[in-house]
């Protein structure tokens, strides 16, 4: 069993930063590829960005591109949000991505977190 547990979420205005932070307990993530997902209300969970085991190959959304930024250490995955809008608010999740499958897709993803708030205000 892995756990996971985002943190990092919060309040902020547009155009701030924030940087969330996924840890892991239980089985290493350090050789499996990672997913930051999120979810605003009313709508599907959307994938944000990729990271593969080695941390040499990342992916991201074209809504995020240029704004956000993933990195990993053998036991924690990131996302550094710069330049923040309104509509980035949503819950956060990290995933493990453990099955075969792109990384936008959820399906790919075995283990999930419970997810971080960010909320940007305008």
């Known amino acids: 069993q892995v756990q996971l547990v985002e943190s990092g979420g919060g309040l902020v205005q547009a155009g701030g930063s924030l940087r969330l932070s996924c840890a892991a307990s239980?089985?290493?993530?350090?050789?499996?590829?990672m997913g930051w997902f999120r979810q605003a209300p009313g709508k599907e969970r959307e994938f944000v960005a990729g990271i593969s085991w080695s941390g040499g190959s990342t992916y991201y959304a074209d809504s995020v591109k240029g704004r956000f930024t993933i990195s990993r250490d053998n036991a924690k995955v990131y996302l550094q949000m710069n330049s923040l809008e309104p509509e980035d608010t949503a819950v956060y999740y990290c995933?493990?991505?453990?099955?075969?499958?792109?990384?936008?897709?959820?399906?790919?993803?075995?283990?999930w977190g419970q997810g971080t708030q960010v909320t940007v205000s305008s």
């Open positions: 239980g089985r290493t993530i350090s050789s499996y590829s």
């Open positions: 995933a493990r991505k453990g099955r075969s499958g792109g990384y936008y897709q959820t399906e790919a993803y075995d283990y």
